[in-house]
């Protein structure tokens, strides 16, 4: 392969028993697309690939067949993409297809650790396939069905007919709070295994520049609410309108601005807020007091209001539980007129963290030390590299002009750099997806990086 030559990209196709991998693999192969793709295939127990099809679709497949893919990378995923490169010229891209029992880390790990395979190589994203009607009791049941979500770039929510809206929207939610990194798409209940080619090819999951033009706000830290609004209030009372929407409450914090604050730094004042278990009775006049939120009970009935005393003229913030939209929520004055936000910042949903594989997100505007960054992490990683599924990020290192994009899987991390910040913030953000974590650990050492 000429130096000049772009490296061949590589999808991780994954999913629990059933899920529907194989499906969505054939209907790939059949597809108009214009792409050749060679298949690297490890069949446990499951239908296989059509081997007409493959042949009809002049694509070329390769089978592991000396058990789970996971314990045969080093062995056999080499081998075999070391010969697919004496017929480079035959396909574009590869896809392999995993067993329903295996844990895709080490097959990403190939991509990391093998000079020869990251030469050639790249990996464009691992997709995880999700059999929606048996979701609940297979992640519950089963650490793999855990670890292909914690380890994916795009989720697809499959059998999309067979549970209802209310039961997909919960899926979501208990995915997004596994995995905050990865793209969620349904597939087309019409099809077996509907969904587009280009939403699980070329997807540049382990690509971040382009992860951000899927999902711009991934890397932004987790919060309990999902949207800040800002208002320019008159002395006087204000009233918040609510109906019943998909819960039966909503949570709500209203708090004076600060000058020159934007939404992120007041979303981190009033985190802590929405952390307290109180109980509070409202009134329905009632000058708002610092640092407090309100659970607001809504009425099955008709619209709720919730009326507040504003001291005088100036710019208050309101941090929603739930986007206003799901409860039809208005601001109106004393009037009785309609008071619209001047500005508004929306955020990734935040999540109970029941789960055994849950996600954390660090970010600081200030640079980092280079050594004490490196010391740190590797330090972690020893420590957590086994519980660590996936890392990304961006570095900010002091004297450094350039932006770092790093990507790990366990114990094993890259780094890149991506040219200079330009006019970006300069902002070092880093996502965690494991299991069982020691988020203050991570916190901590996270932030004692920072450059003096």
Known sequence: ????????????????????KTTLLNRVLSEHHGQRIAVIENEFGEIGVDQELVINAEEEIFEMNNGCICCTVRGDLIRILGNLMQRRTKFDRIIVETTGMANPGPVAQTFLVDEDTKSQFTLDGIVTLIDVKHFTDQVERNKEVREQIAFADVIVLNKTDLVDASTLDDIERRIRAMNAMARIERADPARRAGIAVEKILGIGGFDLARALEYQPNFLEPEYPFECMQKYEF?????????VQGPDPAISLALFAAIDQEDALAAAERSFLWFSKDEEIVLSNSELIPANRMYPVALSASGTTQIHFEIPTDGRWWLALQHLPEEFSMRCV????????????????????????????????????????????????????????????????????????VIQGVHMLTDTAELGPWGDRPRRSQLVFIGRDLDTDSLTRGFEACVAN
């Not at 008159?234 to 609510?242: I, M, W």
């Open 234 to 242: 008159a002395a006087g009372r204000v009233s918040l309108q609510f």
């Open 333 to 404: 004055n004393a009037h009785k007129a309609l008071v619209k936000p001047i500005n508004e910042r929306r955020f990734q949903p935040s999540h109970s963290h029941d789960d055994e594989v849950t996600s954390l997100s660090l970010e600081s505007e200030r640079s980092l030390d280079a050594d004490r960054f490196h010391n740190w992490l590797m330090r972690e990683l020893q420590v957590q590299g086994n519980n660590i599924y996936r890392l990304k990020g961006f570095l900010n290192l002091a004297g450094c002009p350039q932006r770092i």
């Open 1 to 20: 392969m000429s130096p000049n030559e772009p490296k061949i990209p590589v999808t991780v196709l994954t999913g629990f028993l059933g899920s529907g």
